[in-house]
């Protein structure tokens, strides 16, 4: 792919916004492609990337009005939702439609494809990235509402809805309303054992599922400039959770240091250039955001949800609260509806519930890192008898990465299933489901009614809790797991 800036540069208030606005305004301001009074500005959009659940009706369309795409080099698809995870051909006919249909697409339409079995398939997030086409200062969109994961590169990045799709594929461009800005400030330093995952549940449970409506947040502070990019990731990914249109993070030496080198980054001169535009990609001094949360990073420890949204969640030391002393009537309701259907009693300790299954993988954690954590709790441990452990790279990069390190042995060591990439458990399109009524911990970014399956009870965690809790076969930390002996007799 060529990256060309198609548009003809700011106008005189874009540049205004550009020069001291938040980072959000400033990447907006240098999209935009026409803003008239009383409509929405026209954004161009640098990246567009699409998947087999939300672009069959789109290329329909296409074909309807006889349009071509306009930029197949700024598009890309993979193939990630229906796939199933074990070899083999896909069996079910709904999802072999579905992508079936997305390759007849691509191969009319002209747009890259990376198939099941391809080197570079994988959930269509954590493809972006792994191979440096996201970058900061980008607008990236797709028919996927956690395209929100991109903004961790200081990207402004949004899902957007299959007519948008169509849209985009038309004309690389979107009519955008305006939204509000937040800023997560989340400073001081993370425990050991405390991980993005922690930060970003704690942050949905603090604002609601519905408290970042209509905003752009920008995490900030301390600990998450301490982040790697994939712990970036994860908080961005999660953005949506808050009911939030994206959610971004400024781009610094880790964001540099991760693109360079990956096969669509900027080199030599190029390089040189990006780096020095991405520099100027920070929220100015003066600039006022329309709210602030604030979040000690010290304060925090590892977090899992007990309900049926990702903002009913607790510390893992917790319990399962009493709805009866919840003080705000709906969310009590919604508290007392989410235990039923969740099989919890009030008072129960969270470190009691015990699990079924347990799922590592997703957009959300089914990246490298990731599986080091896992791995690293797994190593010389084992998955408790009755708990089934899926493990799910995110891509098919991710996969041969874990390989070369020796992770797949460790989870196959270990009892659990090592598998191939997709979007698999995370949610019920594909072979990988929860029977009803079976309970999992899961790394993924949804816990909603029948999100796995029919019936499944879901538990957000992090990977270092998806961990321990194969392990001890209920919810817990690494730290709450005995210590292994080693070779030489001392304890780790
Ligand atoms: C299928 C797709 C439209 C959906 C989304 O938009 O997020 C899915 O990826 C999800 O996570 O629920
Ligand atoms: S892994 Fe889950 S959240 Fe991510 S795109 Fe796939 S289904 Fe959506």
């Known amino acids: 792919m060529t990256r060309i800036r198609a548009h003809q540069g700011p106008s005189d208030v874009a540049l205004e916004a550009m020069m001291a606005g938040t980072l959000a305004e400033k990447i907006w301001a240098d999209h935009v492609v026409r803003s008239a009074e009383g409509e929405p500005d026209i954004l161009y959009i640098d990246l567009h990337l699409i998947h087999e659940v939300t672009s069959p009706q789109a290329f329909d369309g296409l074909r309807l009005a006889g349009r071509p795409v306009r930029r197949p080099d700024l598009t890309l698809a993979t193939e990630d939702h229906n796939v199933p995870t074990t070899p083999g051909p896909i069996t079910d006919p709904v999802s072999l439609t579905q992508v079936e249909t997305l390759r007849r697409n691509c191969e009319e339409f002209g747009v890259t494809i990376y198939p099941m079995g391809d080197a570079e398939q994988g959930i269509v997030h954590v493809v972006g990235p792994q191979l440096g086409l996201t970058q900061p200062g980008m607008t990236i969109v797709c028919g996927d509402s956690h395209t929100s994961t991109h903004g961790a590169f200081g990207a402004l990045a949004f899902g957007i809805g299959t007519s948008e799709v169509e849209h985009v594929l038309a004309t690389q461009t979107l009519p955008l309303k305006p939204f509000k800005t937040m800023a997560v400030n989340v400073d001081g330093d993370l425990a050991d054992g405390v991980t993005a995952k922690d930060i970003i549940l704690a942050v949905i449970a603090k604002i609601g599922t519905g408290g970042g409506q209509g905003y752009v947040l920008e995490y900030r ?11 970036r990731m994860t908080v961005c990914n999660m953005s949506i959770e808050a009911g939030a249109r994206a959610g971004l993070i400024a781009p610094d030496r880790t964001t540099y240091d991760y693109l360079q080198g990956r096969d ?10 990006a780096v020095g535009y991405w520099e100027t990609l920070r929220t100015h001094d003066d600039a006022v955001f329309d709210a602030v949360v604030d979040i000690d990073a010290a304060t925090l420890t590892p977090f899992v949800t007990w309900g049926t949204n990702p903002g009913q969640g607790a510390p893992l030391g917790a319990s399962v609260p009493d709805p009866a002393l919840i003080p705000d009537e709906t969310e009590a309701r919604a508290a007392e509806a989410a235990l039923a259907y969740m099989g919890l009693t009030a008072g129960t300790p969270l470190r009691e519930i015990a699990v079924d299954t347990v799922f590592v993988g997703s957009c959300t954690n089914g990246r490298i890192e990731d599986l080091r954590a896992a791995a690293a709790v797994l190593k010389g441990r084992k998955v408790a008898d009755g708990v089934r452990m899926l493990v799910v790279p995110g891509s098919a990069r991710v996969r041969l990465e874990a390989e070369a390190e020796g992770l797949g042995e460790v989870f196959e060591a270990a009892g659990a299933e090592w598998r191939l990439p997709g979007c698999s458990m995370c949610l019920a399109m594909n072979p990988d489901k929860l029977a009803p009524q079976e309970r999992s911990a899961s790394t993924s970014n949804r816990n ?17 809790v998806a961990a321990a809790t194969a392990v001890r076969g209920t919810l817990s930390s690494p730290a709450d797991l005995a210590p292994l002996a080693t070779a030489t007799g001392e304890e780790h």
């Open 221 to 231: 502070g301390e600990a998450i400039r301490n982040l790697s990019m994939e712990a």
């Open 448 to 464: 909603f009614e029948g999100r796995q399956g029919k019936g499944g009870r879901t538990h957000l965690v992090s990977p270092l």
């Open 264 to 273: 669509h980054a900027p080199t030599g001169a190029e390089w040189e250039a």
